[in-house]
């Protein structure tokens, strides 16, 4: 259960140490040069199909990294886990509802933009990704993780609206809502319909 979380957080840690020290030339309190943006929070998640649905409530974790091609718009790569714990199998197929040794994830990696609104750092992000959803049941006696189900690759979106206040000439703090939105097809090629909406915590180094 917590294999895909723990990769995404390492995912994360890595991308963030590879940060260019060379975008310190930045002007103070403005959006240009390199451009850096993590959030973690909270949402509710539904997935879709003809045999089942499964949903429940767990961690988002987002990290973009790319680069303002102008005052109010920056560019970037952008890399996702949405996290559920516990989910809600209906019908229950071969889960039990609610089984706390089970988890359902979704993988996100794409590339989108942000459109900040100057006098009031109030910004808008839309990402387009390549989406992957997996489901996981953890063993109890040895604490291993077996992947039960992995869907193909598939095509989703996210839109996150948020602002943030500047805490230092190039941090800013501050919070979001978000939604994402995708449709994949596993092997069997029954198409998920999934959806997210959360609330983040957001920093952003520009």
């Given at each position: 259960?917590?294999?895909?979380?723990?990769?995404?957080?390492?995912?994360?840690?890595?991308?963030?140490?590879?940060?260019?020290?060379?975008?310190?030339?930045?002007?103070?309190?403005?959006?240009?040069?390199?451009?850096?943006?993590?959030?973690?929070?909270?949402?509710?998640?539904?997935?879709?199909?003809?045999?089942?649905?499964?949903?429940?409530?767990?961690?988002?974790?987002?990290?973009?990294?790319?680069?303002?091609?102008?005052?109010?718009?920056?560019?970037?790569?952008?890399?996702?886990?949405?996290?559920?714990?516990?989910?809600?199998?209906?019908?229950?197929?071969?889960?039990?509802?609610?089984?706390?040794?089970?988890?359902?994830?979704?993988?996100?990696?794409?590339?989108?933009?942000?459109?900040?609104?100057?006098?009031?750092?109030?910004?808008?992000?839309?990402?387009?990704?390549?989406?992957?959803?997996?489901?996981?049941?953890?063993?109890?006696?040895?604490?291993?993780?077996?992947t039960r189900f992995r869907?193909?690759?598939?095509?989703?979106?996210?839109?996150?609206?948020?602002?943030?206040?500047?805490?230092?000439?190039?941090?800013?703090?501050?919070?979001?809502?978000?939604?994402?939105?995708s449709r994949i097809a596993?092997?069997?090629?029954?198409?998920?319909?999934?959806?997210?909406?959360?609330?983040?915590?957001?920093?952003?180094?520009?």
């Open positions: 259960m917590r294999t895909a979380l723990s990769r995404s957080i390492t995912h994360l840690a890595l991308a963030t140490l590879a940060c260019p020290a060379v975008a310190a030339a930045s002007e103070a309190e403005t959006h240009d040069g390199f451009f850096a943006h993590a959030s973690v929070g909270y949402g509710h998640t539904v997935m879709t199909s003809t045999p089942l649905r499964i949903e429940g409530d767990g961690a988002l974790i987002n990290l973009q990294a790319g680069a303002s091609v102008s005052e109010n718009l920056s560019i970037f790569g952008h890399i996702s886990q949405t996290q559920i714990f516990a989910p809600t199998f209906r019908p229950n197929g071969a889960f039990q509802d609610d089984d706390q040794d089970v988890s359902a994830s979704i993988g996100a990696y794409g590339a989108g933009v942000t459109w900040y609104h100057l006098e009031t750092n109030l910004y808008l992000s839309v990402v387009a990704a390549l989406v992957r959803a997996s489901i996981e049941e953890q063993d109890r006696q040895d604490d291993s993780v077996d869907t193909d690759l598939g095509f989703g979106g996210l839109v996150t609206f948020g602002k943030e206040w500047w805490v230092d000439d190039e941090w800013g703090i501050g919070g979001a809502a978000t939604a994402q939105f596993d092997q069997d090629q029954v198409t998920w319909h999934n959806g997210t909406f959360g609330v983040l915590f957001s920093a952003t180094w520009n």
